[in-house]
């Protein structure tokens, strides 16, 4: 039987990368008897092998956990969310899928880029947030550095800061208490109308796509008929259930829980992430709010070696693009590589793991052409058009503007590299805005950037110029005007278009002869 809504917690631990969130949310299963201690292995969650291979996660995953509060038994539902900010779209589905937040803060590395753009997600969408210091175990703790840095650049109440080391175990019980005392209940009505929000998918070769929802109203059963708002077609719920952390099946999900149908869809185009699920004949339904859809940042191309595997590439990037929505594919042709497919991703990290997947997964040994991200031209005949291959860029006679992606871009860094950080983003045709400075010791620098300098090489050069201590996050701001050129490189006398790129007309020199 579903529990009452007023004993649900619906949470994510949102922090910057390597703050320890997987850690934590290992501790909070180990501590809530979820799983059993000597189950329990490091990264509980984090069960896709690259994830464990970079110590980084990379999926939202789900699950349930019972935890007694006073005499009372509660239901806390985690939705573990990725650090990097690559995975911000996978951030802000999660995030919609809960009233509260976990703000986790490594000790000594303090408040980071990513945890000022994940901490504003959350405060955007009106979750409550409590406030957790990570680490504090550590010998180099800065603990009331970190403070202040929380207080001055999140306005958070140090009060209600919780010190906790989620390696050993400190400030757990007080965290659990927190999130049953500081987070709402849902508000959701279990005897209306089905309303639930699909947050992920993934694709099982017996039982087809299973999908994870939230629901927002009403109640489903097993053998109950259901419908997909946005592509409009019906199912028959075949089994479903809740994370535990491995799925179980129950008989019913009501308003308030997550957990995971099972309905037998062989054709993954039918299961769109952010989606509304609904009953058939109700036709008012809306969709969900809160929900940010992806936006693809970074293009490049990708094509099997052996051009016989072009239809194993096709399959393989079908599958995964219900596990990952976020990236998309289309088929292209190239005079040297021969088929294959534009690829678009959240940004270099995320391009880098889809080729992984494909690789090792799908065994497919790929070629992977420049990447390079969206630009506009605005044609003399007035028609704007995206572009996302430089194949595709038109002659020059009929361009009357080039446009290009400008992003905001946040640096937290020690405040001995602010020159250094000055420099470098000037040299990357960087505008200056504002200077922050969160402590004596670490200030925040804005500057908008071209997206396609933020993706060559801007991080590697921040990491190097600050000694590894520097951070940054980026949001898109718009398309701006600027001179930019297709570069064609030749060969032995020949344009070869794979290696074709869009650049600034001043560095064209520069990028051809790298």
Do not use: W
Request: hydrophobic share 40%.
């Amino acid at each position: 039987m579903p529990i009452d809504c007023q004993h649900i917690r619906n949470f994510s631990i949102i922090a910057h990368i390597d703050h320890g969130k997987s850690t934590l949310a290992d501790r909070l299963l180990e501590r809530t008897g979820t799983v059993d201690k000597r189950q329990l292995k490091e990264q509980m969650l984090d069960d896709m092998e690259l994830e464990r291979q970079r110590g980084i996660t990379i999926k939202a995953r789900a699950v349930r956990m019972e935890f007694r509060h006073r005499g009372e038994l509660y239901e806390l539902n985690l939705i573990d969310t990725p650090g990097h900010v690559d995975f911000h779209y996978e951030v802000s589905r999660s995030l919609a899928c809960c009233e509260g937040a976990v703000l986790l803060v490594d000790a000594f590395q303090g408040v980071e880029a990513q945890t000022v753009a994940n901490a504003y997600a959350a405060i955007n969408q009106d979750l409550a947030i409590v406030p957790v210091i990570n680490k504090v175990d550590l010998v180099h703790a800065r603990v009331d550095e970190v403070l202040h840095e929380m207080e001055q650049s999140l306005a958070i109440d140090t009060a209600d800061v919780i010190k906790a080391s989620a390696k050993t175990g400190i400030g757990i019980d007080d965290l659990l208490a927190a999130i049953v005392d500081r987070i709402p209940a849902p508000s959701g009505d279990p005897q209306g109308t089905l309303r639930a929000m699909i947050f992920d998918s993934h694709y099982d070769s017996y039982r087809g796509a299973i999908t994870y929802v939230r629901l927002i109203d009403g109640t489903v059963r097993k053998g109950q008929k259901i419908r997909f708002l946005r592509t409009g077609v019906t199912h028959e719920v075949l089994e479903l259930g809740q994370f535990v952390p491995q799925r179980r099946a129950c008989e019913e999900l009501a308003a308030g829980q997550v957990g995971y149908l099972v309905c037998n869809i062989k054709d993954v185009k039918q299961v769109h992430i952010g989606d509304t699920v609904t009953i058939p004949g109700d036709d008012g339904a809306k969709a969900m709010p809160g929900y940010k859809p992806p936006q693809r940042m970074v293009y490049c191309g990708l094509y099997p070696s052996e051009g016989e595997n072009f239809e194993e590439l096709r399959d393989s990037l079908e599958k995964l693009a219900i596990n990952d929505p976020s990236f998309e594919y289309a088929p292209e042709s190239s005079e040297a590589l021969g088929f294959g497919f534009r690829c678009g991703f959240l940004g270099l990290l995320h391009m880098e793991i889809i080729q992984q997947r494909l690789e090792k997964e799908a065994d497919l040994d790929l070629v992977q052409t420049a990447p390079n991200v969206t630009y506009q031209i605005k044609k003399t005949t007035g028609e704007v058009i995206e572009i996302t291959n430089p194949q595709d860029v038109p002659d020059t006679g009929q361009i009357e503007e080039f446009r290009q992606p400008i992003v905001r871009t946040n640096f937290l860094v020690p405040v001995e590299h602010i020159g250094p950080i000055m420099q470098l983003c000037t040299d990357r045709r960087g505008t200056y805005l504002k200077t922050e400075y969160l402590s004596p010791t670490r200030a925040m620098l804005t500057f908008d950037l071209p997206l396609a300098e933020v993706i060559y090489d801007l991080h590697d050069k921040l990491k190097s110029v600050t000694r590894g201590y520097g951070t940054m996050d980026y949001e898109l701001v718009g398309y701006f005007p600027a001179d930019l050129v297709r570069l064609d490189i030749l060969v032995g006398g020949k344009q070869v278009d794979a290696l074709s790129i869009i650049c600034d007309r001043r560095d064209a020199d520069r990028r051809g002869r790298a």
